[in-house]
C-alpha cells in the first residue's frame, strides 16, 4: 500500500464540473493506491502511521502536533497509478495494482479505520475521473510505502 501525504489548508475534489468533497483549516490530502496482496495489515499500519505522524506545528512553530490534536480533516482519494510500472518504455502498465473490486473495499476499509480514530474523512469516488485541488500548506508532503516500513 502506498500513501501519499500532503498537508494541507484546504482541498477539494471535482467530478462532472460538481465539487463532491472538500475540506478546509488543517487537513490532509491523501492519495491511497493498493498492490496486489495489500490488506487489513497494511491497511492498520497505515492508519496508525497517519494519524499520529507530527507535522502540524505547535505553539513554537515546531511540527510537533498530529492531526487529532489539531482537529483537522482528511480528503482521501483512490490513486491507482501510484503502482504504475515506469521501467519499461514510455507507456505506464498498472499491473502491479490490486484489481479494482478488492482495492475499492480496502480504500473504505482504510478510511473508516481513520474515521474511528477521530478524523473526519471525506473522500473522492473510487474509479472516476476526478479533478484534485489543494494548497499543499508548508509544502509538507510525505510518502508512505508498507513495503518500505519497519
Known amino acids: 500500500m502506498k500513501v501519499v501525504l500532503q498537508r494541507v489548508s484546504q482541498a477539494s475534489v471535482t467530478v462532472d464540473k460538481k465539487v463532491i468533497s472538500k475540506i478546509s483549516g488543517s487537513g490532509f490530502l491523501l492519495l491511497c493506491g ?3 496482496g495489500d490488506g487489513r495489515e ?3 499500519r497505515l492508519v ?3 494519524s499520529n505522524v507530527r507535522v502540524f506545528p505547535d505553539k513554537e512553530g515546531k511540527m510537533n502536533l498530529n492531526i487529532k490534536q489539531v482537529e483537522g480533516k482528511i480528503l482521501s482519494v483512490s490513486q491507482f497509478t501510484l503502482y504504475a510500472a515506469l521501467k519499461k518504455g514510455n ?3 498498472f499491473t502491479p495494482a490490486q484489481k479494482p473490486e478488492l482495492a475499492a473495499q480496502n480504500y473504505q476499509t482504510f478510511n473508516q479505520l481513520l474515521r474511528a480514530q477521530g478524523i473526519q474523512v471525506v ?3 473510487f474509479g472516476a475521473e476526478m479533478k484534485v485541488e489543494l494548497v499543499n500548506d508548508g509544502p509538507v508532503t510525505l510518502i508512505y510505502d508498507t513495503d518500505n516500513l519497519v
Request: charged share 40%; no cysteine.
Open 34 to 36: 493498493f498492490e496486489e
Open 42 to 44: 497494511q491497511i492498520e
Open 48 to 50: 496508525h502511521k497517519i
Open 123 to 125: 473522500e473522492g469516488i
Open 91 to 93: 507507456r505506464p502498465s
